[in-house]
């Protein structure tokens, strides 16, 4: 079966540094995607994986690695605003998109 | 950017009645629609994939005759819950994949339905 797997929920102080891991089992792989979702909101795009190494973007980096089946999302210098679920999606070889269950992120001052 | 507009954001309604839900593609055209439920502190869960000019295609366990899709347009999909029951209370979201771009996927901005 296809699976994708996040911590629950994570906690981390204002200012600091969080890194989120995703690792998948997934029929194919065409891209690995992390989204950002405040409560009761839709999901936003954050960053896009298909080659092995990591995408840095502002204070969010994104890391993969293929043969390990693994995935992290960084987050620099966190700020309130970031306190929401962080959703890590694979793309199988039919192209759907997988989901993980979300980890959510809690962001102390 | 590409933006699917998504209305209505909420919406209450009494078992039994049906609730529509649009999504629209404003700035590109949406071949394909993707309509997902989320129920609190879950996933998104794939419903049913919407093809323009096509029938839907459903994920194992919806019920097509309950959630009807209709894809009539490059920039509509449709979602109509028919006979609610207060079970369908949840969140709903319309996705597309953005053409030519590594972006993946946008979001629609979501209905919370409650049924009554």
């Known amino acids: 079966g296809q699976n994708i797997d996040q911590p629950t929920e994570m906690t981390a102080t204002e200012g600091a540094i969080v890194q989120i891991n995703c690792t998948y089992q997934?029929?194919?792989?065409?891209?690995l995607f992390w989204y950002q979702q405040h409560a009761g909101e839709a999901p936003t795009f954050l960053s896009y994986n298909v080659l092995d190494g990591l995408e840095e973007k502002g204070r969010f980096s994104s890391f993969l690695s293929r043969s390990k089946g693994y995935s992290y999302l960084l987050l620099k210098e966190l700020q309130m605003k970031d306190s929401a679920s962080y959703l890590c999606a694979v793309m199988d070889s039919n192209y759907q998109l997988i989901w993980g269950a979300g980890t959510k992120l809690i962001i102390k001052p | 950017g590409a933006v699917v507009s998504q209305h209505p954001s909420r919406v209450i309604c009494k078992s039994g009645t049906s609730v529509k839900i649009e999504c629209r593609s404003l700035d590109f055209q949406a071949t394909t629609m993707f309509w997902y439920r989320q129920f609190p502190k879950q996933s998104l869960m794939l419903m049913a994939t919407s093809n323009e000019g096509s029938k839907a295609t459903y994920e194992q366990g919806v019920e097509k005759d309950k959630f009807l899709i209709n894809h009539a347009s490059l920039t509509l999909s449709t979602l109509t819950v028919t006979s609610a029951h207060p079970e369908d209370s949840s969140f709903y979201i319309c996705?597309?994949?953005?053409?030519?771009?590594?972006?993946?996927?946008?979001f629609g901005s979501g209905t919370r339905l409650t049924v009554v």
């Open positions: 997934t029929s194919g792989f065409n891209g």
């Open positions: 996705s597309a994949r953005v053409p030519e771009s590594n972006y993946g996927y946008t």
